[in-house]
Structures are given as structure tokens and as C-alpha cells.
């Protein structure tokens, strides 16, 4: 794997774990009531976002290896351009349902290289 997608994988893990350690027993109410929450919460998925797409094009193999590649770019570019469109449930929804499982495959992807 070449250096540079093993930098992007791992800054995508670094915001994935801050994200679940940001959200670590909350609820969705509290993540609805806590803007400051919800900040954190969006920028580690811009991080995550941004940082696939540059894998996509430097690395296609290794990007789409990742179950929701497309998806998970394309909700960057909701929170970066549309942001006043975001669905805050369906942002929990994502950390609570999607995020677990994005953990795991960028996690075994790295522990592969």
C-alpha cells in the first residue's frame, strides 16, 4: 500500500475514534440538544469524507474496499455544502448504525498493510 493511502486510512480511523469517544453515552437527545456535539460530530465526518475521496483517487482499490465508500463521501459533501439540510437524526443514526462498521474495515485494512 503506498504511504500516502496509509496516512489517509489512518486519518480516517484517528476521526473515527474521536467520533465514537466524542459520542461515548450519549443518546440521541443529548446529541440534539448539544450543538457543540453536533459540531464535532460533522467535522470528524468532513474529515473521514474528504480523506476517502483523496484515497478514491489515489488509491481506487484500496477506497472501495470500504462497504460505503460512496455514501460516506457523499455526506461529506452534504455537511460541507448543503449544511443547512443536515438531518441530525440521520447523522445519529449513522454514528449509532454505520460508524461501528467503518471502524472495523479501515481498522483491518490497516492492520493488513
Not at 27 to 39: G, K, P, Q, T, V
Amino acid at each position: 500500500m503506498p504511504p500516502e493511502s496509509l496516512k489517509l486510512l489512518t486519518d480516517i480511523a484517528q476521526a473515527a475514534d474521536e467520533l465514537s469517544a466524542f459520542t461515548a453515552g450519549s443518546d440521541l437527545n443529548r446529541y440534539l440538544s448539544d450543538a457543540m456535539l453536533r459540531r464535532a460530530v460533522e467535522r470528524c465526518f468532513e474529515i473521514i469524507g474528504e480523506a476517502l475521496a483523496q484515497l478514491r483517487k489515489l488509491d481506487p482499490t484500496t477506497a472501495e474496499s470500504i462497504s460505503d465508500w460512496r455514501s460516506i463521501i457523499s455526506f461529506r459533501n452534504i455537511l460541507i455544502h448543503n449544511y443547512g439540510m443536515i438531518d441530525h437524526r440521520k447523522t445519529w443514526d449513522i454514528v449509532e448504525s454505520e460508524l461501528p462498521v467503518l471502524r472495523q474495515e479501515v481498522n483491518a485494512l490497516l492492520a493488513d498493510s
